[in-house]
C-alpha cells in the first residue's frame, strides 16, 4: 500500500503514521487549513471520492458534497467545530464517490501549530472501511485507535499533573506542555508519559501535601457547588 507523505504538522502525527503503516485497509492523508478553508489531499482520497489524482483541488463545498445526506450535517457540523474552535476534524461516516458508490469511512486528525503554538490546521487520514470487516483487521484498527487513546490519556494526565502543581488551567497546562516539547525536541506524548511515569513512579507527593489532599479528600463535599455553565 503506497500513502502519499504529507509531512506531518506537529509531533502526534507519528501516532497518526502508525495506522497508515500498519492498517489492512486504503489509507489516503489529508490537510485542512482553518484561515481559507484549503484542502489538500493524498492520491488515495482523490480515488476513495472518484477522482483521478492531480484532475481537481478540492473545496470544503465539495468535500461536504460526497456525503452521504444522513451524514451530511454531523460532518459539517465537526467541520464548523474545527474551523470555530480549532479542533481536530474527525469522524466516522459514509461518502459518496463520483460514481453513486457508498463508501464507510473513518478520518482521524489531529491539529497543525503554528510556531506560536495557535490552531491553524487539521492533518490526518482517510482510512477506508466499505470492505467486509473480519476479526484481524478489526483488531488492527482497533487497537491503533486504542494507541491514539492512550496517547492523549497520558497528555490529559500529565496536564492534571501540571493544573495541580502550578494552580494553572487545562489550557495553560497543555501550552507548558507545548512549550517544553518545542524547547527539548521531543513530542508530547513522550514527554508526557514521562512526566506520568516519574510523578507515578514514586512514594506519592510528600507528607506534607498529603495531609493537605487527605483533608480535601473527606471534606470536599461540604464545599459549595461548582457553578454551572450557562
Known amino acids: 500500500m503506497s500513502v502519499s507523505q504529507l509531512p506531518p504538522g506537529n509531533p502526534e502525527q507519528q501516532s497518526l503514521a502508525q495506522i497508515a503503516s500498519t492498517s489492512p485497509y486504503v489509507v489516503g492523508s489529508f490537510r485542512f487549513w482553518i484561515a481559507d478553508q484549503r484542502w489538500e489531499w493524498s492520491e488515495q ?9 492531480r484532475t481537481m483541488e478540492p473545496t470544503t463545498e465539495m468535500v461536504l458534497s460526497h456525503k452521504h445526506p444522513d451524514d451530511r450535517d454531523t460532518v459539517a457540523a465537526a467541520l464548523a467545530a474545527s474551523v470555530r474552535h480549532g479542533e481536530p476534524f474527525c469522524s466516522r461516516h459514509r461518502i459518496i464517490d463520483t460514481h453513486g458508490a457508498v ?3 473513518l478520518v482521524v486528525g489531529d491539529r497543525i501549530f503554528d510556531s506560536t503554538g495557535a490552531t491553524i490546521g487539521t492533518t490526518g487520514y482517510f482510512i477506508d472501511l466499505t470492505a467486509q470487516l473480519d476479526e484481524n ?20 494526565q500529565a496536564k492534571g499533573v501540571l493544573m495541580f502543581v502550578y494552580g494553572i488551567t487545562a489550557d495553560q497546562a497543555f501550552g507548558v506542555l ?11 506524548r513522550t514527554l508526557a508519559t514521562k512526566i506520568v511515569t516519574a510523578v507515578t513512579a514514586g512514594q506519592g507527593a510528600p507528607v506534607v501535601v498529603r495531609t493537605r489532599f487527605d483533608h480535601l479528600l473527606l471534606t470536599a463535599h461540604e464545599l459549595p457547588d461548582p457553578p454551572v455553565d450557562s
Open 45 to 53: 482520497v482523490a480515488q476513495l471520492h472518484g477522482y483521478e489524482p
Open 103 to 105: 463508501r464507510q469511512v
Open 137 to 156: 483487521r478489526n483488531e488492527t484498527i482497533h487497537g491503533a485507535l486504542s494507541e491514539i487513546a492512550e496517547t492523549r490519556a497520558a497528555i490529559e
Open 178 to 188: 507545548r512549550w517544553r516539547s518545542m524547547e527539548t525536541n521531543t513530542k508530547i
